[in-house]
């Protein structure tokens, strides 16, 4: 399969080397030149797979000839260890829980995927692979999780100081030897803009066999697929055709693979996206004025982002025709206050608890069915647990902040020890640690 760069179409690459750069060499993202499509046949039989085989089919379609049929079956049954649940809730709504993996955040499927690909493309290398990643929060954490322990591989996680929640921070930087955890005196958009700078210099690209593994990597995108073609099969089991996605949405990758799964062939009505207030998106589609403002803090700090990097591909998913996105991708953006309210009401209305950035999806798919109702199911895709974010509610949600514990086996996590690197929002200083 060939990759294209979204900043020069001329330009041709392969799956491992778009997978193994993250980013093109023009700083473009990498984007197949043609989308795999599944067969009719393949659409009919959906709901008799499981998760397992529907990531086993896809992954064929994309790297069936770089890999064996053993090795992806291996692959997706090391990464995904752990449940899928679709909860339905009252009111036509479905909560698809996607944090049941280590990290409890859904970016355990893609981190979990792609370390797991890389290291298996890179084998027969001498050379570490270093990989340079930049998180909001819960990126950080489970590229941790994904690459601890994993011969060969370095990787150098940079984090905006102060603004990741304890345990967001601890689960950076309490893990292997290999994990090197950097707390940048900045906003998530400057350690991006770090990360981004160093892809493209020509020192460290001479010097380093480096890699990203942000959301911004074909191989984190890809597995973020499945869920959606696994949730369309269970549904379509029940006599459902026509589904509709809510997405919790920051950096924009997780709706930009909902859209690929559409573009690979899944008939999904409609991706909703929901923002906090940092809400470029929404204002982008409402009034096509595309512009960023400084970045705020929220209670959903995993998107708390204003420049979102993946959304080059959606824009060049749809060949920059904003009439024919905006048929199928929606964006409403709500404050803090909002969401805590829907936390509550949740709660007290259907004993269900919902994370910040769940809620703020859960919101934008009420906006939507008040736009446009119709017979649809709707989907709120749940990227947390909502224990994660117990220390960032105020005291006077106090019943729902009760509700909002972890995992039993997560307790005393607080007394492990961190370790961490402190440096200025500083490309030198970046540089000389990478280059040490
Ligand atoms: C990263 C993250 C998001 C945002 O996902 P994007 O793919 O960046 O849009 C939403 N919720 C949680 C909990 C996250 O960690």
């Avoid at 649940?85 to 955040?105: D, N, R, S, W």
């Avoid at 893990?175 to 493209?200: M, P, T, W, Y």
């Amino acid at each position: 399969m060939e990759f294209y760069s979204t900043k020069n179409k001329e330009l041709s690459f392969f799956f491992k080397e778009a997978v193994l750069s993250g980013l093109a060499p023009d700083g473009g993202l990498f984007m197949p030149r043609q989308i795999p499509q599944f067969d009719s046949l393949f659409l009919r039989q959906l709901p008799q797979f499981s998760f397992h085989d529907i990531a086993c089919e896809v992954s064929k379609l994309w790297f069936g000839d770089v890999l064996t049929e053993q090795q992806i079956k291996t692959l997706v049954q090391d990464a995904f260890n752990f449940p899928v649940p679709l909860i339905l809730q009252e009111k036509g709504v479905a909560f698809l829980e996607l944090f049941h993996g280590p990290t409890l955040a859904f970016k355990d499927f893609g981190a979990r995927f792609m370390a797991r690909l890389m290291s298996l493309l890179t084998q027969n290398n001498t050379q570490k692979l270093h990989i340079l990643v930049a998180t909001s929060g819960d990126t950080g954490g489970a590229v941790a999780d994904g690459f601890a322990n994993v011969p060969g591989i370095v990787v150098t996680i940079l984090y905006p100081k102060g603004k990741v929640s304890p345990f967001q921070e601890y689960q950076i930087a309490n893990k292997a030897e290999n994990i090197r955890a950097v707390s940048v005196e900045g906003s998530f958009d400057d350690c991006q803009d770090l990360v981004k700078k160093a892809f493209v210099d020509p020192e460290i690209r001479e010097n380093l066999f480096i890699t990203s593994a942000n959301s911004i990597n074909i191989a984190r995108l890809l597995p973020q697929s499945f869920y959606y073609i696994y949730t369309y099969a269970q549904l379509m089991g029940q006599g459902i055709r026509d589904v509709s996605f809510a997405i919790p949405s920051g950096n924009f990758g997780n709706l930009g693979a909902g859209l690929l799964a559409k573009k690979m062939g899944l008939p999904i009505h409609s991706l909703v996206a929901g923002t906090n207030i940092n809400d470029t998106i929404p204002r982008f589609l409402n009034t096509q004025a595309w512009k960023v403002n400084p970045t705020q803090s929220t209670l959903s700090n995993a998107m708390d982002v204003s420049n979102p990097s993946n959304w080059e591909r959606i824009w060049s998913l749809f060949e920059e025709d904003l009439a024919e996105l905006k048929n199928t991708v929606y964006a409403y953006s709500f404050t803090d206050e909002q969401t805590l309210e829907a936390m509550e009401e949740m709660r007290l209305e259907q004993n269900y608890i919902m994370c910040p950035h769940t809620s703020v999806a859960y919101l934008a798919a009420q906006k939507f069915r008040q736009n446009q109702p119709g017979p649809y199911a709707q989907i709120v895709v749940s990227t947390a647990h909502p224990g994660k974010f117990k220390d960032s509610i105020p005291d006077s949600y106090s019943d729902l902040k009760k509700r909002m514990s972890l995992p039993s086996h997560y307790e005393g996590w607080e007394n492990s020890e961190i370790k961490f690197v402190s440096i200025p929002n500083s490309y030198d200083d970046l540089k000389s640690f990478m280059l040490k």
